[in-house]
């Protein structure tokens, strides 16, 4: 299958590249730059250069090719549009896909959050649970986002084979520089303590790039369209757990953050509102469906082999890249 790719040098991306091409499958990449270019090229990948704005481009590409793979975002737009600026760049990228994509039943995979079907189900999270609304009422909050993922959804019943990869909370490995961990690392050497909120029984997921990289892959040769996947390793991991394991790790205490207006984000700032959510998701359907199985390490096992520890000294602890 001839693939198109963005976000291909990305965290998720530089390990969805190598899995499509060690699966047999042609892979081209976006490349806005010559760093960019050169590194999907080091992947074993051609290299179509161009950006996220050029929607006629991106349109070309999807034509030319056999299946899109979509997990860039235009983090550019952060600093002056915030989440709703980069929600509705990635809505008209998605329109434009399904343009070039309508009536061909080409599979297009986009990469979505498991947080997107709400915190207050109840039970884990499925994938027969649809995202959310996002409608303006929730302007400057990541649900603006599930517009995108209700689109490519919507985008099946025009006959293309789409479906969408919900991103577990926490994706791990060896080359997660920018992620939520490292993230958490950092704020824990410059506060002295690891925090975690209130009890710390709220629930979070994680999963391994490399196995998210795998159903990807199993989404875009199989899966129907209108579907959506759970990137979920390990479905229901106590944020304190997290916290006392990072803390083992670096020598400080895992302590309560009390669970107050104030308290809450003293110590995690714009972590806040997210570190305190409750997140337990299943991936029984999409084993079923798809035949995938994590196999690469759990996120606890991930930190304890090391990696994670061992070059965060100079991270800034309030930059924090969500996606790629």
């Given amino acids: 299958m001839r693939v198109f790719v963005t976000g291909g040098t990305g965290h998720s991306g530089s390990s969805i590249v190598p899995e499509l091409i060690a699966a047999g499958h042609q892979v081209t990449g976006l490349a806005r730059s010559d760093t960019a270019a050169a590194a999907l090229s080091a992947l074993g990948a051609k290299v179509r250069r161009g950006d996220l704005r050029d929607l006629d481009g991106l349109k070309e590409a999807a034509a030319d090719s056999d299946g899109v793979i979509h997990v860039a ?41 498991i947080g997107s ?18 409608g303006d009422e929730h302007r400057g909050t990541l649900r603006v986002r599930n517009v995108v993922e209700t689109a490519v959804i919507g985008l099946a019943e025009r006959g293309v084979r789409s479906s969408v990869v919900r991103m577990a909370n926490i994706a791990h490995s060896t080359t997660d520089r920018t992620g939520f961990l490292p993230t958490l690392i950092a704020l824990a050497k410059e506060k002295g303590v690891v925090g975690y909120p209130g009890d710390g029984a709220n629930l979070w997921n994680a999963v391994h790039t490399r196995d998210a990289a795998s159903l990807f892959r199993l989404a875009l040769e199989k899966g129907p369209g209108g579907t959506y996947w759970h990137a979920v390793g390990d479905g229901a991991i106590p944020f304190r757990e997290i916290a006392e394991a990072i803390g083992s790790r670096l020598g400080l205490p895992a302590v309560s953050i009390p669970a107050d207006v104030l308290m809450v984000p003293g110590y995690f700032g714009f972590l806040a509102n997210i570190v305190t959510q409750n997140y337990p998701a299943s991936n029984l359907i999409t084993r079923r469906a798809l035949g995938w199985e994590p196999t690469q390490p759990g996120l606890l096992a991930d930190m304890d082999n090391g990696h994670y520890f061992s070059a965060t000294d100079d991270r800034d602890p309030h930059h924090h890249t969500p996606g790629e």
Avoid: F, N
């Fill in 73 to 113: 975002h235009r983090q550019d737009l952060l600093p002056s549009g915030g989440i709703d600026a980069v929600a509705a760049a990635e809505l008209s990228v998605m329109l434009a896909y399904g343009e070039a994509l309508a009536g061909t039943g080409k599979p297009l995979v986009a990469a979505g959050s």
């Fill in 117 to 134: 079907p709400g915190q207050h189900l109840g039970r884990p999270a499925t994938e027969e649970d649809p995202a959310l609304p996002g």
